[in-house]
């Protein structure tokens, strides 16, 4: 089980955790790639398979007041259809979980994270983002993908946004149906994390109660930005905060 007084040693450290916290809430209320930039981060405090356990219980926090605040912009459809293959994807990442080594979590957030960006730049234009979202495939594929990263190493970020972009949603529909796919998700891996993998402490709840109030700074930040930002701007930034995460994640 994880140590409370050895998870995080020295401001540096503390001052990076509580600075993803806020990203974490920022990205659940307004720039929903943002987190990715923490999956990495998170992994080289905690190790890549442990931070799964430590960032959930703030994920699921923020998650909540993504989707309390955004409760009437959500698309149920777009929830619904993939989330059977999500689910899915959750099972084949449990089992995966207990067959390959720690420095195998890190390869294969590695690779979902590279597959959000391919598929984000083969959807920029129209007819193609049509040619995907009208496959018999889309949603089964994406929808697998989904689960499986999310529970390797809370990863689905790039994914989702490949999946929401490529309908072509308006921002505040953007980021309410990724709030409300993402909290359903995120809750059900919690009994998974507890009695399977054994990566959820109460010295890491103590820790994610730290956090709070830098989730909800976060949140009411997430929420200026999306208002003001530009609908193109708004793919850019996520796209660029992809690549850099990623650049780290492989480091």
């Known amino acids: 089980m994880l140590n409370f007084p050895e998870l995080l040693q020295g401001p540096l450290e503390w001052s990076v955790f509580l600075v993803c916290a806020m990203l974490i809430g920022m990205s659940k209320t307004g720039v929903p790639n943002l987190g990715t930039f923490t999956v990495p981060v998170f992994a080289l405090l905690f190790g890549a398979k442990a931070s799964t356990g430590v960032v959930l219980p703030m994920l699921c926090f923020a998650d909540l007041m993504a989707v309390i605040y955004y409760r009437k912009k959500f698309h149920r459809d777009l929830v619904l259809k993939p989330m059977p293959w999500a689910l899915l994807g959750l099972v084949v990442a449990l ?13 294969m957030m590695a690779v979902c994270i590279l597959l959000g960006i391919i598929t984000m730049l083969g959807t ?8 995907f979202t009208g496959s018999v495939w889309f949603a089964p594929v994406m929808g697998f993908l989904l689960g499986f990263s999310t529970m390797i190493g809370n990863a689905a970020g790039p994914l989702l946004v490949v999946y929401l972009l490529a309908l072509r ?17 995120n809750y059900l891996k919690i009994p998974l994390q507890i009695l399977v993998w054994d990566n959820v402490s109460w010295d890491g709840l103590l820790l994610n109660a730290v956090a709070i109030p830098f989730i909800l700074l976060g949140g009411i930040l997430g929420i200026f930005v999306v208002r003001i930002l530009p609908e193109q701007r708004f793919r850019m930034v996520m796209m660029a905060l ?3 995460s990623t650049l780290i994640l492989l480091l």
């Open 95 to 107: 089992v995966a979980g207990h067959l390959i080594p720690q420095s195998g979590f890190k390869v």
């Open 124 to 131: 920029r234009k129209p007819e193609r983002a049509d040619a």
């Open 169 to 185: 949603l308006p921002k505040f529909g953007f980021v309410a149906t990724g709030a409300w796919f993402i909290m359903i998700l």
């Open 242 to 244: 992809t690549v850099v």
